[in-house]
């Protein structure tokens, strides 16, 4: 349930989207059905005044279509789940030989040869034509990703790949020589894959890889010598000892990666983290089902075990560790002071010789900067750091666990750039002149906040970075100067500069390469997403590489939603929101038409830091129920949500469910007094922290609310991870009372409730639902349904869940609104 700058609820919305449409694209077959739309005998009259045409729309289901919308093709589940909707983006892999600054990248072509492209001469050269890469068996090789080393000298292919977590998976890895046009695997291929990381170095074409929870290295020299050329970094890789990746609770909630290494800029020396989990409690998740076939039965389940830590229970131990290339010594890296349950929340090189340590307390309440130094070593196997920083926070919130630190070049030349909030709260770019400063100089500054880091350029001293500017839901592009040597002690904030059109709402996103001469800039939304390739310092060059033609022409055959994003103001909070509208919506009628009254559905998320409300497109269940039920879709951001100041954040600390469900009471009674709006069918839906806070809704407003549905809820915070919770809500002995208040614990009110889970989910384990249906039952509560995705993980995706799980939905909104409404005609 990590958040990430903001984006992780998007980001999951979008993964379960990509998840649809692959799933249902396997099954075309019947989706090209196409439901006919029955168009009211009243339109044979259409030349009758508007105010009969209004009379009549207001008691006909189908008022929400405009006249040319019912021309057009209906907007259909079938539709949005086998990629019709879905845009298409090149995977652009920069490359930087040496010190050049030219634009060159690798690609994948249509026709599954691998290019190399050079922007500089304007030349495209072919490196492996599709099927040229043969297995072991001399197959052409199916590979599912790919990785051109630095010097672009070989290519690393990914296959066999079996997927773990979120972003974890086994895979078998092949190496291909540019030159002779050979291959060879990285270690003897097994069945099932057992390679859970290998990744080139910064530079040149050595690389690491990570077996059975041990650190290998192959050197640059050794590199198409096979497996058995590989240095052993470490040996005491277990079930509970995981070397160089990440454990469950660390990939997930720490460093959104599986990845736990990190080498040097001159790629001579290797970080990586060792996590001791033999203290760590294991959860069992059941495995009904290993096959894909329904038919199948196990008399007796299988268990997927996972060391998986909650509030109050041992967290594993993390150290770190340094490996040289160089002499082949390892180097343990000892702390300052002795923390209990230390968590180390980001590792970088400022320089080839300098490294440092953001660490924290489990409860991510105080925290330091570390400080190691490299540069002067003698004999021992240990280095010793200095805090540099102080992380702690006095403002009644908790410390970002984010990715941030960006290396600058300096007069020293190990400062570096990070993400740290100025003095009224808002995260923005600040500089530090050498790595053991402890006083930032801040590069800019406004009420609004940086989102990345992207890239530095030494030549242009120009940093870029992405923005939630100049309103919280826009992502744009920007630049501001880094300083010189003339300015290191002097650092002015200058105004930034666009790199893309603010005065548009937008959300872009963007990818430079190592030098920041050249990126791919992504327009992602709201309209349909285009790509080009820029230069840095040239406001003419643009390199068009996905124009989406296709999908434009594909999206004007159908009658598509309107969307509005606006900002609520109650009670002097500010809410973001963004309603999707069925097409031809008119808030006053229009034409002197009597204004007709839709049900309202809430959209939400609402977890710390994260945001619902985004101009990304995307084609979704709220489409298709304001498309063709007539519902109006109200995606919320609530306080507690991100991109607004750690003074909008802060208030949900140790106290989460309160105050994000209170906004939205608020938010579902100003929407009650619209005049489109039917005030007796509002009601709100969520997966994840959307499914609880979707419950806690229903627990304070069951009155303002004329149905709920919870998917994949926390129902209980005791029965979530560690290191999410205890950001949030500090240790269970410390705030036990405020663990009371967070849960789901009064389902006295609940009605009209649906609830849906699949009993395979590793992060919000089915325990919740079950605490849930068991408060329920207790309580006598029987106006709910219950919907079990058998062995599916958090995204409800195993044997086409995923599209089960939204007829299932749609059912449930189609059987209580419906009903309803009948309900209400007949009272007249």
Not at 285 to 291: G, M, Q
Not at 353 to 368: A, C, F, P
């Amino acid at each position: 349930m990590t958040t990430n700058y903001g984006d992780k609820a998007v980001e999951e919305m979008e993964e379960r989207e990509l998840l649809g449409a692959r799933m249902e694209s396997q099954n075309r077959s019947s989706s090209g059905k196409r439901r006919l739309w029955i168009v009211p005998a009243v339109i044979a009259a259409i030349t009758i005044i508007s105010s009969v045409i209004g009379t009549i729309a207001a008691f006909t289901y189908e008022h929400h279509r405009g006249l040319a919308a019912r021309h057009k093709l209906p907007l259909s589940l079938d539709k949005l789940f086998d990629g019709t909707f879905a845009a298409n983006r090149q995977s652009i892999h920069w490359i930087t030989p040496g010190n050049s600054t030219n634009g060159i990248y690798g690609v994948l072509d249509d026709d599954g040869s691998i290019s190399l492209v050079d922007l500089t001469k304007n030349s495209t050269k072919t490196l492996v034509e599709a099927g040229q890469v043969l297995d072991i068996d001399g197959e052409p090789l199916s590979f599912d990703a790919w990785s051109l080393s630095p010097d672009a000298k070989y290519i690393l292919f990914r296959t066999d790949t079996l997927k773990v977590f979120r972003y974890s998976n086994y895979a078998n890895y092949y190496i291909h020589e540019l030159d002779t046009h050979t291959t060879h695997p990285l270690t003897s291929p097994t069945n099932p894959a057992s390679i859970s990381l290998a990744k080139w170095a910064n530079s040149g074409h050595a690389l690491v890889y990570v077996k059975s929870n041990d650190l290998y290295v192959v050197h640059a020299r050794d590199i198409f010598k096979g497996g058995s050329s590989a240095v052993r970094v470490t040996d005491s890789g277990t079930e509970t000892v995981f070397n160089a990746v990440a454990d469950w609770v660390y990939e997930e909630e720490i460093l959104s990666s599986h990845d736990a290494t990190w080498w040097n800029s001159a790629s001579e020396m290797i970080a990586y983290l060792t996590l001791d989990e033999s203290k760590v409690r294991s959860y069992a998740v059941p495995v009904y089902n290993p096959t894909n076939d329904a038919a199948n039965i196990a008399q007796y389940p299988e268990e997927m075990r996972i060391k998986y830590p909650e509030p109050g229970t041992p967290n594993p131990l993390v150290s770190l560790t340094v490996y040289s290339l160089i002499n082949g010594q390892k180097y343990e890296l000892a702390f300052p002071s002795v923390r209990q349950d230390r968590l180390i929340i980001e590792v970088a090189w400022t320089s080839k010789k300098t490294l440092l340590v953001k660490e924290t307390s489990r409860d991510s309440r105080s925290g330091t900067v570390v400080l190691f130094d490299f540069s002067d070593i003698r004999d021992g196997t240990y280095v010793e750091g200095v805090t540099v920083r102080d992380l702690s926070v006095g403002d009644g919130g908790w410390i970002d666990c984010k990715q941030t630190i960006t290396p600058v070049e300096t007069l020293n030349g190990d400062g570096y750039l990070d993400i740290v909030a100025d003095e009224k709260g808002y995260n923005h770019i600040a500089f530090f002149s050498s790595s053991d400063a402890a006083t930032p100089q801040f590069a800019t500054t406004g009420e609004w906040e940086v989102g990345n880091i992207l890239a530095t350029n030494a030549q242009q001293h120009r940093v870029y970075f992405s923005a939630a500017y100049p309103t919280p839901i826009d992502r744009h592009i920007l630049s501001v100067d880094l300083p010189t040597n003339d300015t290191i002690n002097a650092l002015e904030r200058t105004t930034p500069v666009n790199l893309t059109d603010t005065s548009l709402g937008a959300r872009y996103s963007a990818s430079f390469n190592k030098q920041g001469s050249y990126y791919t800039l992504n327009y992602d939304g709201p309209a349909v997403p285009t790509q080009e390739i820029r230069k840095t310092g040239d406001t003419h060059y643009a390199h068009l590489v996905e124009s989406n033609e296709s999908l434009n022409a594909t999206l004007k055959e159908y009658a598509l939603p309107t969307i509005v994003y606006d900002t609520v103001v109650l009670d002097d909070i500010e809410m973001q929101v963004k309603e999707v509208r069925p097409p031809g919506f008119k808030e006053d009628g229009g034409m002197g038409m009597s204004t007709h009254k839709h049900p309202l559905l809430f959209q939400v998320y609402g977890g710390p830091d994260s945001q619902v409300v985004s101009q990304a497109y995307s084609k979704q269940w709220s489409d298709y129920l304001a498309a063709e039920k007539g519902y109006i879709v109200v995606y919320a951001d609530v306080r507690g949500t991100g991109m607004r100041g750690r003074k909008h954040r802060n208030v949900v600390t140790d106290n989460l469910g309160d105050i994000e469900s209170t906004d939205l009471v608020s938010l579902a009674q100003e929407y009650a007094k619209r005049n489109y709006v039917d005030a007796t069918r509002i009601g709100v839906w969520g997966w994840s922290y959307g499914g609880y806070l979707t419950a806690k809704a229903m627990e304070k407003g069951p009155d303002v609310f004329s149905l709920a549905a919870s998917v994949a809820p926390v129902s209980d915070w005791k029965l979530y991870d560690s290191v999410y919770t205890e950001r949030y809500m500090s240790t269970l002995d410390a705030n036990e009372q405020g663990y009371a208040n967070a849960a789901v614990h009064n389902v006295t009110g609940f009605h009209d409730f649906a609830l849906a889970h699949g009993t395979g989910d590793d992060n919000v384990h089915f325990a919740n639902s079950a605490h849930l249906l068991d408060m329920l039952t207790q309580n006598h509560i029987r106006d709910f349904r219950f919907r079990a995705f058998t062995d599916s993980t958090h995204n409800i995706n195993t044997r086409d869940a995923y599209r089960e799980l939204f007829d299932w939905l749609t059912s449930f909104l189609d059987d209580k609104w419906s009903r309803k409404r009948k309900s209400k005609k007949g009272s007249k």
